[in-house]
């Protein structure tokens, strides 16, 4: 085949001649007429391919690339995986590149000119929407990407008091009461709880299921049982010490994610306390490292792929001019029993 025609538009009449048959067989060709030689055809198509020829009645756009940014704090944890795994899953079935962000220190996102310029950098990257994971203090960034008019949801917001922020989350609160009212059930009475931090909506609203359970099964909330810190190992490790060395310990806790309940399970095996004889222990999320903990961990399940998933779906449609129905979405929790609770001793 004769090589490529001098740079420009490509035309018909290109084609025709790198392919070797008049304008004429080629139109017949592109059109899937049957009256040519299958070989002929495919001459014509290969030429086509080629020349990356496009009719002209057709005006040539560059492709739309869509790309989205995930922008998470930087601190690796099974949540941000599991919410993760269902962003990227719906980015590729969307066709969006996935581009995976480190916030700014938090110095520098509180600055309106270095929260601009953070937004403008997502756009010249073909951002067109930004889906914010465990991101503390957020309020400068949202202000800057809703001036600049990039869409931006929260997946279980941190430090945001603003009701206008799109956010996808789960029933914390059901969730919180499901795993106290578990405990309940088995005739615990002393129920710790262990938190995120207070700032964190998802925390709050899953202590408040936890106190809401309590008081509908008339046991006081004794606040000498009740904890708060970050979703760390650490924080469990360091508030359970506390607890099982006062007076009269707890007899279960109810934990504000698997990170903590680990940290209290660790703690049990330090103080040479037994889980579940002498106490049991919930998380929250039900993360893959929950089955594999020694005991099995009861957790409350987050559908944490499905809130990926969602995210990108609103963000896509937002970035599309759909505004979504409700600004706060919250998806089904449900308590997994494995064997980390029991009836108390």
């Known amino acids: 085949m004769p090589g490529r025609p001098p740079s420009g538009r490509v035309t018909l009449t290109d084609v025709a001649a790198v392919a070797g048959v008049t304008k004429g067989t080629v139109s017949k060709a592109l059109n899937g007429r049957s009256d040519i030689a299958e070989d002929t055809r495919r ?10 020829y496009r009719p002209s009645t057709q005006p040539w756009t560059p492709p739309r690339t869509r790309a989205l940014a995930a922008v998470v704090d930087g601190e690796e944890s099974p949540y941000v995986s599991g919410v993760l795994r269902g962003v990227l899953a719906a980015a590729t079935a969307s066709r969006a590149d996935l581009l995976l962000r480190v916030a700014p220190d938090r110095e520098s996102r509180r ?10 950098q997502q756009l010249a990257s073909g951002v067109v929407g930004v889906i914010g994971l ?12 809703e001036a600049a008019g990039l869409p931006f949801v929260m ?38 709880w262990i938190g995120g931090p207070s700032a964190s909506a998802a925390s709050q609203e899953r202590f408040h299921g936890y106190s809401a359970a309590l008081d509908s099964a008339g046991v006081g909330l004794d606040r000498d049982l009740v904890r708060e810190g970050w979703f760390s190992v650490d924080t469990g490790l360091r508030h359970a010490r506390e607890l099982l060395r006062l007076p009269s310990p707890p007899t279960a806790v109810v934990c504000g994610d698997d990170e903590i309940a680990v940290g209290v399970l660790a703690a049990a095996r330090e103080h040479g306390v037994p889980v579940p004889g002498r106490l049991s222990v919930v998380g929250f999320d039900d993360t893959p490292q ?30 599309d001019g759909v505004q979504p129905a409700s600004r706060q979405v919250q998806l089904v929790t449900m308590l997994t029993v494995r064997d980390s609770t029991a009836p108390p001793a």
């Open 43 to 52: 001459r014509i198509l290969e030429a086509v391919a080629e020349l990356g």
């Open 111 to 120: 600055s309106r000119t270095l929260a601009r310029a953070w937004v403008e």
């Open 134 to 145: 465990t991101l503390g203090e957020p309020a400068t960034m949202l202000a800057a990407a």
């Open 155 to 192: 997946v279980d917001p941190v430090d945001v008091n603003t009701p206008e922020v799109v956010s996808i989350g789960s029933t914390n609160w059901a969730g919180g009461r499901t795993a106290a009212e578990h405990l309940l059930e088995l005739g615990h009475r002393r129920i710790a």
């Open 290 to 319: 929950a089955m594999w903990t020694s005991p099995a961990l009861t957790s409350v399940h987050q559908p944490l792929a499905g809130m990926g998933r969602m995210a990108v779906e609103t963000v896509l449609a937002m970035a």
